[in-house]
Antibody, heavy 123, light 108 residues
Framework: QVQLVESGGGAVQPGRSLKLSCAAS????????MHWVRQAPGKGLEWVAA????????HYADSVKGRFAISRDNSKNTLYLQMNSLRVEDTAVYHC????????????????WGQGTLVTVSS | EIVLTQSPGTLSLSPGERATLSCRAS???????LAWYQQKPGQAPRLLIY???SRATGIPDRFSGSGSGTDFTLTISRLEPEDFAVYYC?????????FGGGSKVEIK
């Protein structure tokens, strides 16, 4: 069955960096675009970043553009999110998610999600 | 960007009752590109509905979605104990994709 397992979260000070990983299994990882979506404590969901199946492009929400970088290693079935210049408002659970069928890089929903990893940015 | 407003914020119902959740968009959602997810505490969101009315794989037929334009509805015909959760809508017809704030279905 499809499994997405995030890791790498933790507590960091503002301005510092953190790198998240998402290990995928149970499907042909190299054939799917992948995304990061975050959820601030007690709040709703916010799309963060996307990368196509071959890693050829990257797309970001305005709130993280220039600070975060999404990447993937298809040989390791792993998705990454490098987060730099972290802010207090980046505090959230970060989920990786697989796109659903018949979607594009700009019009997508998610058919599988990981449970997420918590990032806390605080001084 | 399209703002999605979900109502009610909390719905208190008993098992066996019918739940009707609303998702209203600030502008028309093109091609009815609207999805619904269920999330339980500490768990990943689970896809229920996409394209406004298509059930995802393995989703029981007590879950149904309807609507178009700016008004969408998720209906749970008869609540089972495992259906008590938070439900989110998401539009994917316009960039950036956006989510509603969620509706909680709690046991009365």
């Amino acid at each position: 069955q499809v499994q997405l397992v995030e890791s790498g979260g933790g507590a960091v000070q503002p301005g510092r960096s953190l790198k998240l990983s998402c290990a995928a299994s149970g499907f042909a990882f190299s054939g799917f675009a992948m995304h990061w979506v975050r959820q601030a404590p007690g709040k709703g969901l916010e799309w963060v970043a996307a990368i196509p199946y071959d890693g050829s492009t990257e797309h970001y929400a305005d709130s993280v553009k220039g600070r975060f970088a999404i990447s993937r290693d298809n040989s390791k079935n792993t998705l990454y999110l490098q987060m730099n210049s972290l802010r207090v408002e980046d505090t959230a659970v970060y989920h990786c998610a697989r796109v659903g069928p018949a979607t594009t890089m700009f019009k997508f929903f998610f058919d599988y999600w990981g449970q997420g990893t918590l990032v806390t940015v605080s001084s | 960007e399209i703002v999605l407003t979900q109502s009610p914020g909390t719905l208190s119902l008993s098992p066996g009752e019918r739940a009707t959740l609303s998702c209203r968009a600030s502008q028309s959602v093109s091609d009815s590109y609207l999805a619904w997810y269920q999330q339980k505490p500490g768990q990943a969101p689970r896809l229920l509905i996409y394209g406004a009315s298509s059930r995802a794989t393995g989703i029981p037929d007590r879950f149904s979605g309807s609507g178009s334009g700016t008004d969408f509805t998720l209906t749970i015909s008869r609540l089972e104990p495992e259906d008590f959760a938070v439900y989110y809508c998401q539009q994917y017809g316009s960039s950036p994709v956006t989510f509603g704030g969620g509706s909680k279905v709690e046991i009365k």
